[in-house]
């Protein structure tokens, strides 16, 4: 990936920030920079999740790309953070030690990389916290 | 608008095509459904292709024009225009809508509807890449998400929230390859067992290899004219009752609800008002089956059976033919296989010759309504049509 494109999005995916709507108070994650509710009415901010949620469904992965071929198998997951978006996500954690409802919360992991010399690519993934 | 009517309609073998390129495979199902139709080259005024990744899967881009240059000389002799389609897996369903509503509306008056894909030209993981191009490439593919695992999420929050079985899951795909047996262009033609489903690989679970759709080449084509001139090319046109599409957020993680596809519910739900017919009135119902549980989704969204009876449902037979609708005649998705672009055309084709009455050993008896519903992505974008034998 072209390292611009990865840099650009840096603030959402290390360290959670999304945006929310003064008017109507919906939050979003990834940002948004027009609500979906109040369209141009709506009055758009940035917003630091706190990363705290719940996992509302997950699969584990056995068959990926080839970019996450070393992981496999590994947890993907949605998980609804507390202030009210979903998120898809990786679950750092046993395949058998998980459940629909477990409480989780963000770490800050590894993502991939672009070969040997490549660039690291960094991101939020998540932990059981129950 | 004007009433609009298919009068023609071929679909390639779909299967891993290692002899056939791209070209090779839509050539040959434009110049099937224009003989099908009894048109002549000059007729043809304009065509609409529905392929979701040449770009991935050949390094070709630019579909529109190649296949009209190749199909019956449409560009270099005719040079007629021809427009590329692309909704992902819907891609299909969408180029069969442009064509519709170019001749409704009265711009064209011959108007083909194509789709294709060759898909066995990379490996597993380009293909498992390039379909995941179909999601949100920044904040789903970047975690790690698969087609499948997508599906899978989909299948785990159904099985959660109402008690769906991976048995019940199974019983769709040996439904779908039980119907393909009968089907000469599908990739699969062998009887499978739930044992069989729920001992093959794990995809992502809870999905499992034989819950997936394969990797497929072919080609499908429709030759679409105003309702009033149909019968000066055939005794038998197929009336276009409806259709809808509608759209619903990129992102799976963003929907009202995990496990229901609000694409297809209001593209469904168009389509009805459009016919003027509810659920009953439908004889089958070819469903985007890319995995078993999004076929259990279809039924449900569609309003064939209540939100999380479709397990039930599909374990018990109501699905099957001579059930209590028929739903995927020709195997669907599963069992034929699944060249993206392609599939939704494909529906359409079966929607025709089960129209006709000319779909052997897997025949809907007396069948006068059709639906076909294609989805894109994880459920982003779905396009439905209802088709009849009757005007």
């Known amino acids: 990936m072209p390292v611009p494109r990865f840099w650009r999005e840096q603030k959402g995916r290390y360290n959670l920030i999304g945006t929310y709507c003064k008017k109507c108070g ?34 584990v992965i056995h068959a ?20 009210g978006p979903c998120i898809t996500t990786q679950i750092v954690d046993e395949p058998t030690d998980i459940k629909i409802g477990d409480r989780v919360k963000a770490v800050f992991r590894r993502l991939g990389s672009d070969g040997k010399a490549g660039i690291i690519y960094y991101g939020t993934k998540f932990v059981i916290d129950n | 608008m004007r009433d609009v009517a298919i009068i023609g309609a071929y679909t390639t073998v779909f299967g891993e095509l290692w002899e056939k390129s791209l070209r090779d495979t839509a050539v040959e199902a434009g110049v099937g459904a224009i003989e099908d139709a009894n048109v002549a080259g000059e007729e043809i005024d304009a065509m609409y292709v529905g392929n979701m990744s040449g770009g991935k899967f050949v390094g070709q881009e630019h579909i529109g024009a190649l296949v009209a240059d190749y199909a019956a000389g449409l560009a270099r002799e005719f040079h007629i225009p021809s427009t590329r389609v692309e909704a992902a897996c819907a891609s299909g369903g969408l180029a069969l809508r442009q064509a519709i509503m170019a001749v409704s509306s009265g711009f064209h008056d011959v108007v083909i509807a194509a789709g294709a894909e060759k898909m066995t030209d990379i490996d597993g993981t380009g293909v498992t890449d390039a379909l995941a191009a179909a999601a949100d490439r920044e904040w789903e593919g970047i975690m790690g998400a698969t087609f499948p695992g997508l599906y899978a999420m989909i299948a785990r929050y159904h099985m959660h929230k109402y008690g769906t079985t991976s048995e019940q899951l199974a019983s769709v795909a040996v439904k779908n390859h039980d119907n393909g047996v009968h089907n000469p262009i599908a990739q699969f033609r062998n009887k499978i067992t739930i044992d069989q489903v729920l001992r093959s690989s794990k995809v992502a679970d809870p999905l499992r290899l034989l819950d997936c759709s394969p990797v497929t080449d072919g080609a499908a084509a429709v030759v679409v004219v105003p309702a009033d001139i149909a019968k000066k090319y055939t005794d038998t046109p197929i009336y276009v009752k409806a259709s809808s599409q509608a759209s619903d957020t990129i992102s799976l993680d963003d929907r009202r609800d995990i496990a229901t596809l609000d694409a297809s519910v209001f593209a469904g739900k168009w389509a009805f008002e459009m016919a003027k017919l509810t659920p009953k009135d439908i004889d089958f119902v070819e469903v985007h089956d890319c995995f078993t549980i999004a076929e259990i989704c279809a039924i449900e969204d569609l309003g064939f059976f209540k939100k999380g009876d479709g397990g039930r449902a599909s374990y018990d037979g109501d699905t099957r033919i001579g059930g209590k609708i028929a739903v995927n005649p020709s195997g669907g998705l599963k069992a034929c296989g ?38 894109g992505g994880s459920g982003a ?6 088709f009849s034998n009757e005007r």
């Not at chain 1, 609500?35 to 719940?54: A, L, N, T, V, Y």
């Not at chain 1, 970019?67 to 202030?83: G, M, N, Q, R, S």
């Open chain 1, 26 to 59: 919906k939050h979003f994650y990834p940002a948004r920079s027009i609500c979906p509710f109040c369209r141009r009415s709506g009055e758009i901010e940035d917003f630091q999740f706190k990363g705290k949620g719940e996992i509302v469904t997950y699969s």
């Open chain 1, 64 to 83: 990926s790309s080839e970019d996450f071929d070393h992981l496999t198998p590994y947890i993907l997951a949605i998980v609804k953070l507390d202030e």
């Open chain 2, 338 to 375: 699944h060249p993206v672009g392609a599939t939704g055309i494909k529906q359409a084709c079966e929607a025709v010759y089960q129209l006709r009455g000319e779909a052997g050993k897997r025949q809907v008896p007396n069948a006068k309504y059709a639906m076909t519903h294609n989805v």
């Open chain 2, 381 to 386: 974008t779905c396009a439905v049509h209802i």
